[in-house]
């Protein structure tokens, strides 16, 4: 296993993590923790120390999981988790607290390593969040009481946003979605981090899926025949030297070992290879959203990129159904059809748009589902 230091803190954390959110329903839904377990302590005799959940995770019982695993482990390893108002429902400080007492206990800790302000969906959210009276403050006072150890932002917004977020100063790391093929949306935030010296985490090495679904698209990612493209994926990710820990969601031991594989003889990637990726991105996958942000200035302030990378579910799976999904359940986006119905044709968008999509024929689709 490869360490890397967290930020500014003195951690040395591994650069695989393990995300709590993909145990096995046969498993957990029989209440049958003890194999859930299994898979955790195999996760850190691998070197893996990092361990990232939430609650609501795993229909609420990732964090219970977890507890029952640590409870039967030397506490040689660090813990994240999450809150914030609009997935949580905590809507004061003391919400905030109680929310951290109760993860506390469930996790079987005395303390939470990184506790995440969770998925900050634009800079307008993370002000609301950090206001006087905020839940933010919630997160100071359980720092101040010993309970959290650092805290981190959890966020979805591009990588202007990041950048602004991170500036305030407020947080240790960020924990954000990249991978090959969303880089470009997120790229300035992982600048940012490294110009700041804030930790990286990375979520979604995968694509959520997507990658490993349509290995075909995605085999310019490997580097041999031998290779999978789901280890090419999470390669990509841990080969960039700002990335301090690249999250993957774990259900089998065969997916922690191919995790481990995929980071042997790592070696940094180049702004040439990443070049390449681009470019295979755009001749292989020439109809697809790259999440580049150039479109997103929209009059009618419409998530053009948000509801771009929603459809782009529906080109890699062939399902319609994907796109509401992701609208809803990934971009937590709440008006009618994501606000797709507010477009007016103006045509801005498209004339900015990196990938010469056919943004506003898509966009009548995404409303009249
Ligand atoms: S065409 Fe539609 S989505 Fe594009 S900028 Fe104009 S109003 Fe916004
Ligand atoms: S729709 Fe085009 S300009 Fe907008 S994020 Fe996607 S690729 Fe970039």
Redesign the pocket.
């Known amino acids: 296993m490869i360490y890397r230091k967290y930020g500014q803190t003195d951690k040395e954390i591994s650069i695989i993590g393990f995300g709590a959110m993909r145990f096995l329903d046969e498993d957990f839904k029989n209440g049958n923790y003890e194999k859930c377990a299994e898979l955790v302590s195999y996760a850190r005799e691998k070197g893996i120390n990092y361990f990232d959940t939430a609650p609501l995770y795993c229909d609420d019982q990732s964090e219970k999981i977890l507890g029952y695993a640590f409870r039967q482990m030397k506490k040689d390893f660090y813990v994240s988790t999450k809150t914030s108002t609009h997935v949580t429902g905590d809507k004061t400080s003391d919400d905030v607290l109680r929310r951290i007492e109760n993860s506390l206990s469930r996790l079987g800790i005395d303390r939470i390593n990184f506790m995440h302000l969770w998925c900050i969906l634009d800079y307008d959210m993370f002000r609301g969040y950090t206001q006087k009276g905020g839940i933010f403050e919630g997160f100071l006072k359980a720092k101040e009481r010993g309970l959290v150890e650092h805290i981190s932002l959890s966020t979805h917004a591009n990588g202007d946003d990041i950048e602004k977020m991170l500036e305030t100063g407020l947080f240790e790391g960020v924990l954000l979605g990249y991978n090959a093929t969303n880089f470009a949306f997120r790229e300035k935030g992982l600048e940012a981090a490294k110009r700041l010296n804030r930790a990286v985490v990375t979520m979604n090495p995968l694509g959520g899926g997507l990658i490993p679904q349509r290995a075909d698209y995605y085999s310019f990612l490997k580097q041999n025949d031998e290779d999978t493209v789901a280890k090419a994926a999470i390669r990509f990710n841990a080969s960039h030297p700002e990335i301090t820990v690249t999250l993957c969601g774990f259900s089998t031991k065969a997916q922690v070992d191919e995790a481990c594989e995929a980071i042997k003889d790592l070696k940094p990637i180049t702004e040439y290879e990443k070049l390449q990726i681009k470019s295979h991105l755009k001749a292989s996958l020439n109809n697809v959203c790259t999440g580049c942000g150039y ?1 997103d ?6 998530a ?1 990129p948000k509801l771009m990378d929603a459809y782009n579910q529906y080109i890699i799976t062939d399902k319609k159904e994907d796109i509401m999904s992701r609208i809803q359940n990934h971009w937590q986006l709440r008006e009618e059809n994501g606000g ?1 119905l ?9 004339k900015a748009c990196t990938q010469k999509l056919p ?2 024929k898509r ?1 009548e689709e995404i409303a009249s589902l």
């Open positions: 479109c200035d929209c009059p009618k302030g419409i053009i797709a507010e477009c007016i044709a103006c045509g801005k968008c498209e943004i506003i966009l």
